[in-house]
């Protein structure tokens, strides 16, 4: 792991880590993340199951983030704006809000840890947190690592209640049927 560290020392605030999982025991990551918590780092594997045998401690620190949907989610025409955007810490607070209680309860629905949830609900303050960690993480981890539909009954019935337009949207993205 000295090799990682190393690396981890002498990159940018950005940094890539292709196909560690798979070819690493991914929990000697999790104390170099403790040190190096102004990193952003992006770790890859060679196939989407290898996400199957990932701890989850570890799971509980990252995010599941599939290029294979970013078509479907930018009308296959992804256009980029070059911005500069100001970068703000992000409390690690849990907000007591029905947004929060809705994404928690969708979750354990879903079987994900109870880990896993707490650091999912935290910063969640509207309901357009709760769609966008919906679409950008948990949609493509259902469907790609535990290879099940992510519709059951609480997400339908939050769907139904549809705040802001979000839910038709996520239906036409990826599809109930």
């Not at 620190?61 to 970013?70: A, F, H």
């Not at 809000?97 to 928690?104: F, G, H, V, Y």
């Amino acid at each position: 792991m000295d090799d990682i560290r190393e690396k981890f020392e002498n990159s940018g605030r950005i940094l890539y880590l292709d196909n560690f999982i798979g070819n690493y025991n991914e929990t000697l990551l999790l104390p170099i993340f403790e040190d190096y918590r102004d990193k952003i780092v992006f770790v890859s594997a060679a196939y989407e199951k290898m996400f199957n045998y990932v701890s989850t401690e570890f799971l509980s620190d990252v995010r599941y983030l599939s290029l294979k949907y970013q078509k479907i989610l930018f009308n296959d025409s992804p256009k980029y704006i070059p911005q500069k955007y100001q970068e703000v810490e992000i409390y690690t607070q849990k907000v007591d809000s029905k947004p929060t209680w809705a994404l928690e309860g969708i979750l354990k629905e879903l079987g994900f840890s109870s880990v896993i949830i707490g650091n999912r609900a935290i910063n969640i303050q509207e309901h357009r947190d709760v769609y966008s960690v919906l679409a950008y993480e948990i949609f493509p981890y259902c469907l790609d690592i535990l290879n099940k539909k992510p519709y059951e009954e609480r997400l339908l019935k939050y769907f139904e209640k549809d705040f802001s337009g979000a839910s038709q949207t996520l239906l036409r993205w990826f599809p109930h049927e």
